[in-house]
């Protein structure tokens, strides 16, 4: 490449790099509006933002003591994880009061525009009913009594309309009765409940015209034309899950701050900004010239890595998701490190040019990088599939910096050792490349 190429190259990537740094720190006003910088754009989770505080408290007309509150907990918790929250917490409220059984519980969460939703949803009283009838004005007759009616029930993506989906498969049992209730009738309504508002009526969970053409195999496919994707989500873990056996009220939500304190977000930038700085100084020290061009790439990597946070819908940033970035900084780093010594390596031990050395480097480095990141890979995407919470955070972050370090390291490093090389009158120099003793006493 001549070097009035490589300069112009040069001198576009790096205008190109400076404005992408800039708009990751940066905050300014464009027109009315503010930009809030790729910082201040990332979904920040429970354990670093803060949220909203709920406290359930028993109905005075709740007619069973509660044994084991620890129960409810634990129930109250794996409703919540099925509804999409991973850093929550959940705890009951210590009485003063020794005689007095712990009956208040306390939930601290996400703000996410559909929280209260979901505190509902997980804290619903009772058992599912299902009523059924000709009229949608008159659902009163209860159907599908004393039996398990639904297998399993979740939410299955959006049409083309962007209305929601959500997938019903009723047991053996629940689809036998449900189409001898039926019958021969040409329109049924069916109306499933879960629940009891402040007022003790009955909260509708589901209400749809049935029809059982539509019911295949037990399945049946519903368009939630007038509800959101997390009501969905909601509806399907009430029809999964039904209620819990305590009558609880629930406070107006108040807002929290982040357990860990108010200025963990900045501790946990002012931390990966001192691990990536370290790195960076590391790679230079150790490799000066090729340490550069490394660098460079591994830049390109943080700054990768950052914006596919708010590229890729449905990633919020806690805690688990910081030690996914950390741990990928160090994948990006051992993989840019061993490229560089099989480069310094295979000119020490050999009497190739600068230019060969780190042509016969790439080659030599190609398997263990592919190695390094598939073993990698495989471990997060087990970690994807059988954790949760703060674990799946981490594989998400982690998985993506994997993807990123890859490339960074095989095609990042090799396009700007392109551009900067033909700059370069005294390469071996410039790359702090020394031959051997051996190789020396040869010559």
Aim: charged letters at 20%; a negative charge.
């Amino acid at each position: 490449m001549s070097k009035r190429k490589s300069i112009t190259l040069l001198t576009i990537l790096s205008v190109l790099m400076a404005a992408i740094i800039a708009l990751t720190f940066v905050r300014f006003s464009v027109g009315v509006k503010d930009y809030n910088s790729l910082l201040g754009a990332i979904k920040q989770d429970y354990d670093i933002a803060g949220g909203v505080a709920y406290t359930l408290t028993l109905n005075e007309n709740n007619d069973k003591e509660v044994g084991d509150i620890n129960s409810v907990v634990k129930t109250l918790e794996s409703r919540l994880d099925k509804l999409g929250h991973t850093t929550y917490m959940v705890k009951p409220i210590k009485s003063t009061d020794s005689e007095v059984i712990d009956s208040q519980i306390r939930i601290e969460i996400l703000n996410n525009g559909y929280t209260s939703g979901d505190v509902m949803a997980a804290a619903a009283y009772g058992t599912l009913k299902f009523y059924g009838g000709e009229s949608s004005e008159d659902l009163t007759t209860q159907i599908l009594k004393d039996i398990d009616v639904v297998e399993s029930a979740s939410y299955m993506g959006q049409n083309e309309n962007d209305a929601p989906i959500l997938q019903i498969v009723f047991t053996e049992e629940g689809e036998e009765e449900l189409l001898k209730a039926v019958g021969d009738k040409s329109t049924y309504y069916l109306k499933a409940t879960c629940g009891l508002d402040k007022d003790g009526e009955e909260i509708t969970v589901l209400n749809l015209s049935f029809d059982k053409q539509y019911l295949i195999d037990r399945t049946i496919s519903i368009t939630v034309g007038s509800g959101s994707v997390q009501q969905t989500k909601q509806m399907a873990m009430q029809l999964t899950e039904g209620g819990i056996a305590y009558r609880y009220d629930i406070s107006d939500g108040e807002e929290v701050q982040s357990p860990y304190g108010e200025d963990i977000g900045v501790k946990c930038v002012i931390a990966i900004g001192a691990i990536v700085l370290v790195a960076i100084i590391l790679l230079f020290v150790l490799y000066r010239g090729l340490g550069v061009m490394t660098v460079l790439s591994f830049i390109l990597f943080i700054l990768a890595e950052g914006w596919l946070l708010i590229g890729i819908p449905g990633i919020t940033v806690n805690l688990g998701s910081i030690v996914g970035i950390i741990a990928a900084i160090l994948i990006c780093l051992f993989s840019m490190v061993t490229l560089a010594q099989r480069i310094k390596n295979e000119y020490a031990n050999s009497e190739k040019t600068a230019k060969a050395a780190i042509n016969k480097g790439f080659s030599q480095a190609l398997l263990p990088t592919i190695n390094l990141h598939v073993v990698a890979g495989i471990i997060i995407a087990a970690l994807f599939i059988a954790a949760k919470g703060v674990v799946k955070s981490f594989a998400i972050t982690c998985g993506i910096g994997i993807i990123v370090s890859f490339i960074a390291t095989l095609v990042f490093t090799r396009m700007f050792n392109s551009l900067v090389l033909p700059l370069v009158k005294d390469k071996e120099k410039f790359l702090r490349f020394k031959r051997a003793e051996k190789v020396n006493e040869e010559a």
